[in-house]
């Protein structure tokens, strides 16, 4: 019914940027809040951001605050994290996530859809 294909990930200098997108299949997308996790080798799956259904509201990781910016294209049926002033730290597999029904943005166990992860590593 849903599905989540990331796409965008890949190598970057810290101090860089990235652009990671996320295309849904299965309608109508504006049912659903939109939200990225990431995974870091040996570390537990962490929010990063989220978006209401219209994207009117956004809520943030305080680990990503001022760098990074949720956005979604409902026409086109698909979320984005802009990732500015990359730090090593940042580096993980980045997950999209969706849900239809939601009281809080950042708790992962409300989130029923999830993408297969794009890799973001950024280099020293």
């Known amino acids: 019914q849903v599905q989540l294909v990331e796409s965008g990930g890949g190598l970057v200098q810290a101090g860089g940027s990235l652009r990671l997108s996320c295309a849904a299949s299965?309608?109508?997308?504006?049912?659903?809040?939109m939200a990225w996790f990431r995974q870091a080798p040996g570390k537990e799956r962490e929010f990063v951001a989220g978006a209401s259904r219209r994207g009117w509201t956004t809520y943030y990781a305080d680990s990503v605050k001022g760098r990074f910016t949720i956005s979604r294209d409902n026409a086109k049926s698909t979320v984005y994290l802009q990732m500015d002033s990359l730090k090593p730290e940042d580096t993980a597999v980045y997950y999209c996530?969706?849900?239809?029904?939601?009281?809080?943005?950042?708790?992962?166990?409300?989130?029923?859809?999830w993408g297969q992860g794009t890799q973001v590593t950024v280099s020293s």
């Open positions: 299965g309608r109508p997308f504006i049912n659903y809040a």
């Open positions: 996530a969706g849900t239809s029904s939601y009281s809080d943005l950042s708790i992962i166990s409300q989130y029923d859809y």
